[in-house]
C-alpha cells in the first residue's frame, strides 16, 4: 500500500480514543517491518566488517539485489491477483539463451543460407518480448482453460528451460560483446555499464520499481488487480475483465523475468543454458518477505523491494562474515518464516482493530437510534 | 397436535455472531420417531439452528436437552456419540471413493493385523444399503452414482453410525422428481424403524408430504410450531414472511414513465438436470421510475433471473431491450457499461473486496472514469466518494479505513453507491436489506424511492412481505423459475400475493 494510505490509517487510528498507545507502536513496528529488519542488517553487518557500509560495497550488493527485485516486481503483480508463478527463472534462462544466440550467431536462415545480425538494442527488446509472450501464455492457460496457475507455470517452468536448452544443445554462448564489423555491439552496456557511477541494472531496476508502483497505486488496472486478489466474484460483479487483469499481471511478470536474464547475460558476456534456476523462488521469498499475502489482495511493490534488498544484503554480508553457504541457506529460510509468522500476526491485529470499530459504529448507531425514538 | 413424545428440544437457544443476532431464544421441539420439518427464507437461522444441534457450532446461550437429560455438543463427533447425525446439502462425501470406504471413513475396522477389515465393512455396507432398498455394490465409487444414490450412502454412513436423530438439509435440490420420491421412501423406512429425521427445505409442497411437524423460523426467532395436518402452503407463507405491520416505510408517489428495459423469453436451464430451468421463459417490462417488486421464495429463480439481466450467465437464452435496443451479449462489463448494475444477495461473497478500503470499494466499478492524463485523479475520485458518503447517509469515521469496520447497512450502502457511481439507468437490487438493521433498512427505502422519483428502473428482490408490499409500485410472483402472476400496486393484498406464490 502507499506509504500515503499508511499514514492516513494511522492518523485515523490515533483519532480513536479506545486505541492503547501499545497497540498503534505495534501496528507501527508490523507495518515497517521489513524496513526496520534491512537497517538493523546493516548496522549489524557494518559493526562486524569494517567493508560492509563502504559505498562500493553498496553498489556491489544493490547491483546483486536488482536482478531478484526486477523479478520481485513482476511477481508482485501475480500474486496480489492471487496467482503464483513458477516459470520466471526458466524464463531468465529463455530471454538469455535466446538474446545470446542472436548475438552470438545470429539469426539463421537455413534456406537462404544466411544469418541475419540485428543491433544490440533490437535483441534486448526481442528478449524482452519473448517473455512477455511466455508470460501471457501462462495467462491464456489459467484464464482460458481453466489450469491452476501452479501447475500452469510448472509446466512453463520445464518448456522454457527445455527450450533455452536446445537452443544450443546444452552449450554456452560466450563472448556476447558483438562484433563491429557486425553493428552488433553494446550488448554488455546493460549488465556492466555505468550511468553517473551507478549500474545501469541499478537504474532499471529504479525505473521499474517507480513504473510499478506507479500502476499499482495510480491505475484503475493496478486496483483491479487488489480487487480480483481480495474477492475475484465481487471484482466480476463490479464489471471487472477478470481475465484480462489476470493475464496482463502474468505478461508483466513474464516481461520482468526477461529483464533479469538480459541483465545477467549481458554481465557474463554469456549465455548459459541453466541460467536463472530456482530463481523462481527468490522472487516468491522477495515478495512474502515484503508483506504480500500469498491468498492475493494484500502487499504492495514497495515491499517486494524492501523483501529483495533484505535477502539481497542478508546473503552478501553473510558472505563478507565467512559464513559456511549451507547456513546462508538455513537463515535464509528462517528469516523467510518468520516474515510469514510476522504477516499472520499482522493480519490478526488489523482484524481485530476493524471489528472493534465496526461494533463502535453500531453502538452509536443504536444510541442515535434511540434518541430519534424518544 | 398429536402427543408423540419430545426426543430433544433446545432450551433458550441464542446464538450471536458479529453484527447479528442468528437465534434469538429459540425453543425447538423434535418428536420421536417423526419427520420435523423446519423451514424459513435465507438468513432465518435454519443453518445455524442445526450446526449447532449437531456440534459443529456452540451456542452463545440456552442449552440442547436430549431424552430428557441437558447435553452440551463440543463437537460434531460428541453429538455423533449421541446419536445426532448431519447430511448436508452438498453431502460431503468423497467422490474419488469407494460407498463402503465412504461409510467407513474415519472409524475404519480394523482385522488382527491392523488392516482394513474390507470383507466386514462389505459386509455392513451391504445390509445397510439393502435396509434402505437400494442395491448399490459397495465397491462403486461414489462419483459414479446419481446424486439421489449418493443421497443414499450418506443414509447409510449415517446409521452405520447408529444415529436416531437424523438432520437432513435441503436432501431434494439436486433430485430429479424419480429420485425425490425414492428418496420420500427411503424416509419413511427410517421412520418405521424408529428414526427422528429433522427435515430442511425450501420446497414446501415437498414438505407437505413428508413431514409431521413443522417449525417455522424468521429472523432468528421460531414464529409458528404446529402438527402438519391442519395446515396449507399458503398459511405456511405467510407466517414465513411475516404480514403487513403498521409500516414507517411510506410509500411515496412518483410518476412511472414509459418502458426502459424489456425481457423477452429469457431462459436458465438447470445445470444437471433436462428439461428443467431455473428461469423459465420469462417476459417482462420495466419503466422509467418505476419500483418492480419481484416477490418469491427461495429456489423460485428469482436470484437467477437477476444474475441472468446483468449477463453473469452468458449461456441464458432470450433477449433483453434497454431503451428498446437489444443489449449485446457480453458479460457483466459491458452490461454495467450499457446502464445496469446488480447490487447482489450475497453482501460478503459477492458484494464487497473485504481487503480494501471503504473508499476504493465504493469506487471500484467506476474508477475508470477518474483516470485522466495518466492517473486516477484522487481528488475528483475524493469528491465523488464524500458526495456518496453525504447522499446516501453512510456512517464511516474514515473512508480509508478498512470496509469491514462498517456496520452491515453501511456497507450494503457502500455497495449501492458503487453501482450509482457507474451511472446506471436500471438498478437490480437483489434482496438489498437482508441481514441489516431496521434503520439502515429504512435508509435503504428512502434511498430507492429517491432514487425511482429521479427517473432510475429499479428491479427488486424481497421474500419480505412488509418490504414488498410497501414500496413497489407493481409485483410480480415468481415460483419455480415462472413468473405466475403480476399485481398493480392499487389491487394487490396480503392474501393474494401468498396465494400466487404457493402455485
Given amino acids: 500500500m502507499l506509504s500515503k494510505d499508511r499514514s492516513v490509517q494511522e492518523k485515523a487510528s490515533q483519532k480513536s480514543s479506545y486505541s492503547p498507545m501499545s497497540r498503534l507502536l505495534l501496528l507501527f513496528l508490523f507495518r515497517f517491518r521489513t524496513l526496520i529488519v534491512l537497517f538493523l542488517l546493516i548496522i549489524i553487518f557494518s559493526y562486524l566488517s569494517p567493508v560492509y557500509l563502504t559505498s562500493e560495497n553498496l553498489i556491489i550488493m544493490s547491483k546483486h539485489v536488482a536482478i531478484n527485485a526486477i523479478m520481485a516486481i513482476g511477481m508482485t503483480f501475480v500474486i496480489l491477483g492471487a496467482g503464483i508463478d ?202 512474502v518477505l515484503g508483506g504480500t499475502s500469498l491468498s492475493g489482495g494484500r502487499g504492495s511493490i514497495t515491499g517486494s523491494i524492501l523483501g529483495a534488498f533484505v535477502i539481497g544484503f542478508l546473503s552478501d554480508g553473510l558472505v563478507i562474515l565467512g559464513v559456511s553457504s549451507f547456513w546462508q541457506t538455513v537463515i535464509k529460510g528462517a528469516v523467510i518464516v518468520v516474515a510469514v509468522v510476522l504477516d499472520e500476526f499482522q493480519q490478526r491485529l488489523q482484524r481485530h482493530q476493524a471489528l472493534q470499530l465496526m461494533e463502535e459504529s453500531i453502538r452509536k448507531e443504536e444510541k442515535q437510534a434511540k434518541q430519534e425514538t424518544e | 397436535m398429536n402427543n408423540k413424545e419430545i426426543i430433544l428440544e433446545t432450551h433458550e437457544l441464542s446464538k450471536v455472531f458479529p453484527g447479528t443476532i442468528a437465534l434469538d431464544h429459540v425453543n425447538f421441539k423434535v418428536y420421536r420417531g417423526a419427520v420435523n420439518a423446519l423451514v424459513g427464507e435465507n ?60 461409510i467407513f471413513v474415519g ?38 452414482l446419481r446424486v439421489g444414490q449418493q443421497q443414499i450412502v450418506a443414509i447409510a454412513k449415517a446409521l452405520a453410525q447408529d444415529v436416531r436423530i437424523l438432520i437432513m438439509d435441503e436432501p431434494t435440490s439436486a433430485l430429479s422428481i424419480k429420485e425425490v420420491k425414492e428418496l420420500f421412501n427411503t424416509i ?51 407466517k414465513m414472511v411475516g404480514s403487513k405491520k403498521e409500516s414507517f416505510y411510506v410509500h411515496k408517489e412518483h410518476s412511472v414513465g414509459s418502458p426502459i428495459l424489456e425481457v423477452r423469453n429469457l431462459s436458465l436451464r438447470h445445470p444437471t438436470l433436462e428439461n428443467r430451468y431455473l428461469v423459465d421463459h420469462v417476459t417482462f417490462e420495466l419503466n422509467w421510475g418505476e419500483i418492480l417488486g419481484i416477490f418469491g421464495l427461495m429456489g423460485s429463480g428469482r436470484t437467477e433471473l437477476l444474475e441472468c439481466i446483468i449477463g453473469r450467465h452468458p449461456e441464458a437464452l432470450g433477449e433483453i431491450l434497454l431503451e428498446g435496443k437489444k443489449l449485446s451479449p457480453g458479460g457483466i462489463k459491458g452490461k454495467i457499461a450499457e446502464g445496469l448494475f446488480l447490487i447482489p444477495e450475497d453482501r460478503q461473497r459477492d458484494g464487497l473486496v473485504q481487503s480494501l ?93 429517491q432514487l425511482a422519483s429521479q427517473g432510475y428502473g429499479i428491479i427488486f428482490v424481497s421474500s419480505e412481505l412488509e418490504e414488498i408490499l410497501s414500496l413497489s409500485d407493481r409485483i410480480l410472483v415468481m415460483c419455480k423459475g415462472k413468473i405466475v402472476q403480476q399485481f398493480s400496486r392499487s389491487n394487490v393484498t396480503e392474501e393474494a400475493l401468498i396465494a400466487a406464490a404457493s402455485v
Fill in chain 1, 86 to 287: 513458477l516459470s520466471v527463472g526458466s524464463i531468465v534462462g529463455l530471454a538469455a539463451m535466446i538474446a545470446g544466440g542472436m548475438i552470438a550467431q545470429g539469426v539463421v536462415l537455413k534456406f537462404l543460407g544466411v544469418a541475419i545480425f540485428f543491433r544490440a538494442y533490437v535483441v534486448i527488446l526481442f528478449g524482452l518480448i519473448l517473455g512477455a509472450l511466455v508470460g501471457l501464455f501462462n495467462g491464456l492457460l489459467i484464464t482460458r482453460l481453466n489450469v491452476t496457475p501452479f501447475i500452469a507455470t510448472l509446466g512453463t517452468l520445464y518448456m522454457a528451460r527445455g527450450f533455452a536448452q536446445l537452443r544450443s544443445d546444452g552449450n554456452t554462448f560466450p563472448n556476447l560483446s558483438g562484433n563491429p564489423l557486425l553493428n552488433n555491439t553494446g550488448f554488455e552496456l546493460l549488465g556492466s555499464g555505468r550511468l553517473v557511477g551507478i549500474p545501469i541494472s541499478i537504474w532499471i531496476m529504479i525505473l521499474f520499481s517507480i513504473l510499478a508502483v506507479y500502476i499499482t497505486n495510480k491505475t484503475p488496472f493496478g486496483r483491479h488487480v487488489y480487487a480480483i486478489g481480495g474477492n475475484e466474484r465481487a471484482a466480476e460483479l463490479s464489471g471487472i475483465p477478470v481475465k484480462t487483469v489476470k493475464t496482463i499481471t502474468y505478461v508483466i511478470s513474464g516481461f520482468c523475468a526477461a529483464m533479469a536474464g538480459l541483465i545477467i547475460a549481458s554481465e557474463l558476456q554469456a549465455a548459459h543454458p541453466a541460467t536463472g534456476t530456482t530463481y523462481e523462488l527468490n522472487a516468491i521469498a522477495a515478495v
Fill in chain 2, 357 to 449: 478500503s471503504t473508499a476504493k470499494n465504493m469506487t471500484l466499478a467506476s474508477v475508470k472514469s477518474y483516470f485522466k492524463n495518466l492517473v486516477i485523479d484522487s481528488t475528483k475520485e475524493f469528491q465523488s466518494i464524500q458526495r456518496m458518503i453525504k447522499e446516501l447517509s453512510i456512517v464511516v469515521k474514515d473512508p480509508h479505513q478498512s470496509i469491514l469496520s462498517l456496520s452491515g447497512g453501511n456497507q450494503q450502502k457502500v455497495i449501492v453507491a458503487k453501482g450509482l457511481l457507474t451511472s446506471p439507468k436500471v438498478l437490480l437490487m437483489d434482496e438489498p436489506t437482508r441481514g441489516i438493521d431496521v434503520n439502515a433498512k429504512r435508509d435503504i427505502f428512502n434511498i430507492m424511492l
Fill in chain 2, 43 to 102: 438468513g432465518a437461522g435454519k443453518s445455524t439452528l442445526m450446526n449447532i444441534l449437531a456440534g459443529i457450532l456452540q451456542p452463545s446461550g440456552g442449552h440442547i436437552v436430549l431424552n430428557g437429560k441437558r447435553v452440551e455438543f463440543k463437537s460434531p463427533v460428541e453429538a455423533l456419540r449421541n446419536g445426532i447425525g448431519i447430511i448436508h446439502q452438498e453431502l460431503n462425501l468423497f467422490p474419488n471413493m469407494s460407498v463402503v470406504d465412504n
Fill in chain 2, 188 to 238: 419413511r423406512e427410517l421412520i418405521n424403524e424408529g428414526v427422528t429425521v429433522i427435515y430442511i427445505s425450501h420446497k414446501l409442497d415437498e414438505i407437505l408430504q413428508i413431514a409431521e411437524y413443522l417449525t417455522i423460523l424468521r429472523d432468528g426467532k421460531i414464529v409458528a410450531h404446529t402438527a402438519i395436518d391442519s395446515i396449507d402452503v399458503s398459511w405456511i407463507i405467510e
Fill in chain 2, 107 to 144: 472409524r475404519e475396522l480394523r482385522d488382527a493385523l491392523g488392516n482394513v477389515d474390507y470383507p466386514k465393512e462389505e459386509g455392513i455396507a451391504h445390509s445397510v444399503l439393502q435396509r434402505l432398498g437400494e442395491n448399490i455394490d459397495p465397491k462403486t465409487l461414489v462419483e459414479d
